[in-house]
């Protein structure tokens, strides 16, 4: 009793929310409005009888608080051969919806494999993937295309970070991930004549600024940074932190 909680960004299932509130724990709700946008849309299709075909990566904590909205109805899609295969109760009540950090190529990919299989497949009202997520792979895409080397900051168990890995790999450089610069390895720079650095989401822009002179403290570099696109969108405290 009296200890506080902290939902993290990914957000919860309601059986933790039913656990927290059992044990009178004070709760800090901090997920992302995102991430209760796709919970909120898994509520309704769930009431609305339909199958819902949740594509992301099997013990994700987002994927794992979006199932629990509706276990039952819920089944996790994580690749076009899964989306191949894959069945339901009625072909006629079939809806799919998204983890907010997957690659938004491979992700568009599942879903026309999806639709193929059922014409009568319906999706979210708007797109579940994150605007900070989607915007970063269109940068990287773009970074990528230019660069013989891409150095995505972020942590291991970050996927928004991950997929940027394998976005920039699929452009044709070659990319790694790093927690920081002390990760980063002089042998990854031969013949590396452009090297693009990028950020997940959530890595402090410090950290790549320490990736940036890292890369000076070896030699002469230009540094030119590119802006894809402007994010104006801001999200409010969590009510708890706020009315503190």
Known sequence: MGRTVVFSAHGVSPVVRHDAAARGLDVI????????????EARRFAAEGR?????GH?????VEGTAGEAPRQTTLVENVEQAGVIEAVDPERVSYLTQTTLAVDETDEIVARLRERFPALRGPASEDICYATSNRQHAVRSVARDADLVLVAGSGTSSNAKRLVEVAQREGAR?????????????????????GITAGASAPERIVHRLVNALAALGPID????????????FRLPKEVASG
């Open 51 to 55: 199958t819902i075909f949740l594509i």
């Open 29 to 40: 709700d901090a997920t992302c409005p995102l991430v209760s946008k796709v919970h909120a």
């Open 175 to 195: 990319a790694y991930l790093v927690d920081d610069e002390t990760e980063l390895d002089v042998s990854w720079l031969a013949g590396a004549a452009t090297v």
């Open 58 to 62: 099997a013990g994700h904590e987002e």
């Open 223 to 234: 540094v030119e940074e590119r802006t894809e696109t402007t994010e104006t969108l801001r």
